[in-house]
């Protein structure tokens, strides 16, 4: 059993090394035709329409989601549905990206005639600059002659891997040419875990703030603490600026027969910790954990409060 498990890994070595070194082929053959496809891309205003039958379809379809998901406009579309009538979706604003690694596949001949029929721009991602496909594009991103993981040479493997990694590298130079940033981001990934990763600290802060002065007598710390709810108080100074917090227990370990004739700053908690409102959420959390504390001040550079994120707020998003 022992034998057998370890000539599988060493098989499974061999898998990764094979398509490693396809990746490596691919990115030492990457050339002007990339550059000018990423152009040609970033310079339409219509959609990128990705397109591919079999292994090389499923690698399109993630691609499109990529491209879709960081500021590319991009869809999916099946050659043998395009061939049915879906060939409407298609407009001379978007720009087609077709992968195959043979280059002649059948089912794509219906659409690539129409492309070129009707002046819709084809960059094709094959192995052969000799094949229908190639000569049917405008730009021709030609992948390297590589050997497939599987023993037979025959189920795409390697190819594969390339044209995913073919497809990344294009969605991520547009990216950067575009400055797609975290904000942008953001806005397209609102669900799902990543949403959460991205929530910014002002995404959840309250901003009806506890606000007392370092002179501000108990009785109206008490009312501030009771009106506002939050279970604490910043204390400012002169200046606005954040100089101490008082908790419940700050209250509550400092009561005796005088409590009503302190004020503010004989009871804070002075120089306390804050965090940025452009900081991510999912950091406020972890420092309300660390710190077993239950809320945390929201302030700018210049210590001015500005916010206050509670930890329920954190637990809400699923953030805890």
Do not use: W
């Not at 009785?219 to 100089?243: H, Q, T």
């Not at 302190?262 to 940025?276: E, F, H, K, Q, Y």
Request: charged share 20%; aromatic share 4%.
């Amino acid at each position: 059993m022992g034998i057998q498990m370890n000539d599988e890994l060493d098989y499974a070595h061999s898998v990764f090394a094979t398509e490693i070194d396809g990746l490596r082929q691919a990115s030492a053959g990457l050339d002007e035709n990339f550059t000018a496809a990423i152009d040609l891309i970033y310079a339409k205003i219509g959609h990128t329409i990705v397109s591919g039958i079999g292994k090389a379809g499923h690698i399109g379809r993630k691609i499109s989601a990529t491209m879709a998901s960081t500021g590319t406009p991009s869809f999916f579309l099946h050659p043998a549905e395009a061939s049915h009538g879906d060939l409407g979706v298609i407009s001379p604003d978007d720009i087609l990206l077709v992968l195959s690694l043979s280059g002649n596949t059948q089912e794509l001949i219906p659409m690539l005639n129409y492309a070129n029929r009707f002046g819709v721009e084809v960059i094709s991602i094959t192995a052969d600059g000799s094949s229908i496909l190639a000569k049917s594009s405008k730009i021709v991103i030609q992948m390297p002659n590589i050997r497939e993981a599987c023993p037979h040479n025959l189920a795409p493997t390697t190819s594969t891997t390339v044209m995913a990694a073919l497809g990344d590298a294009l969605a991520l130079c547009l990216l950067k040419r575009k400055r797609f940033n975290r904000d942008d981001f953001k806005k397209l990934h609102p669900g799902g875990t990543l949403g959460k990763r991205l929530l910014q600290v002002s995404d959840l802060m309250h901003t009806n703030l506890p606000l007392v002065m370092e002179n501000c007598p108990m009785p109206d710390v008490l009312r501030e603490m009771s009106e506002k709810s939050f279970g604490c108080a910043f204390v400012i100074d002169a200046n606005g600026k954040i100089v101490g917090i008082i908790t419940d227990g700050d209250l509550r370990r400092s009561i005796a027969p005088n409590f009503l004739e302190l004020r503010a700053c004989d009871i804070m908690t002075g120089n306390p910790g804050v965090i940025s409102p452009d900081k991510f959420a999912q950091e406020a959390t972890k420092i309300m954990n660390q710190k077993k504390i239950t809320s945390l001040i929201v302030a700018l550079e210049d210590r001015r409060p500005c916010g206050i994120i509670h930890i329920h707020d954190c637990l809400r998003a699923g953030l805890a």
